[in-house]
């Protein structure tokens, strides 16, 4: 890239596009590969170029189109599309519901090359088609080729980012709690719950109230596997009294126990476990008095068949804490990143 006086660029074609903003507007006075005539000049010297910068081959280097295009090329994403360059970067554009997964440490890596820069929504987000999920553009005009070539040989082998699709559900919901069960007190968690289903692809194939009763919830949760679940909610029972019995329910199905118990308010109490593949999950009362819980949190990777580890809920911890917003705007929040 070679910078020259306007006057003498007749003739010559741009490397970059240049932007005029007057009254609102901001687009482009002359895009890249225009050849400068003589009436551009006043133009130029409106906008303040005194100078503009003309494409020099072979000098080592990639124009910040060329960089967006094969920093596009190195992270392909299934479920989502790039936009054309535009002022010098690239927008990675979701076609499908689900969940963003996004390789943090190597995110990390490549922006510490240089001139490159990545910006990604945050892991484990929930997104919907349309929705913007990455920009991608180096800083300067140009970048030395060695810094792209570093950046794809980081990306060779592991995918940077990911958009897992929701895959559809059959639920199974079973209510706990002698109170309900008896009549004494109206359930409030089947209306929750059918609520929080409906925004997925899901089908909710049994609701059962159970007593307080070991052998009628282990009971109503094998009726509901034998129906054709694939996914399983207990409700109520999930507290440290010796008579809240979810937990033993959930051990006596013979499913692994990731935890009981996450770092994470509102749904401190929540249990997450799994018969094979299935999920299941006990969920505390909270869900019913509050807009969104740690069930909110965790149901969009349940729906994408990506099983959740101890580990990643223990990452809850940060940004674990819901701020109580008067009014809820849960996921565009600090509230459940992991």
Known sequence: MKKINVEHAVGMALCHDITKMVDGFKGAAFQRGHVITEEDIPKLLDLGKRTVFIWEENAGEVHEEDAALRMAAMCPVSGAHYTAPSEGKVLLMADVRGMLRVDTALLTEINNIGDITIATLPDHYPVEAGARLASMRIIPLVTREENIARAEALCAHKALIKLLPYKHKRIGVIITGSEVYSGRITDKFEPVIRKKMSAFPSEIVDVTICDD?????????????????????????????????????????????????????????????????????????????????????????????????????????????CQLCAACHYPNCTFGRY
Request: net charge negative; hydrophobic share 45%; proline share 7%.
């Open 213 to 321: 009763d070991l052998e009628m919830i282990v009971s109503a949760a094998k009726k509901q596997l034998s129906m054709g679940a694939d996914m399983l909610i207990f409700t109520g029972g999930m507290s440290v009294d010796p008579d809240d019995l979810t937990p033993a329910a959930v051990k006596q199905l013979g499913a692994e126990i990731i935890t009981h118990g996450v770092p994470s308010q509102p749904g401190n109490m929540t249990l997450v476990a799994y018969i094979g593949d299935i999920p299941v999950l006990g969920v505390p009362g909270a869900a019913v008095s509050l807009p969104t819980t740690v069930l909110d949190v965790l149901l969009p990777q349940l729906f994408t068949d990506e099983k959740l580890t101890f580990k990643d809920l223990a990452k809850l911890a940060d940004g674990g804490l």
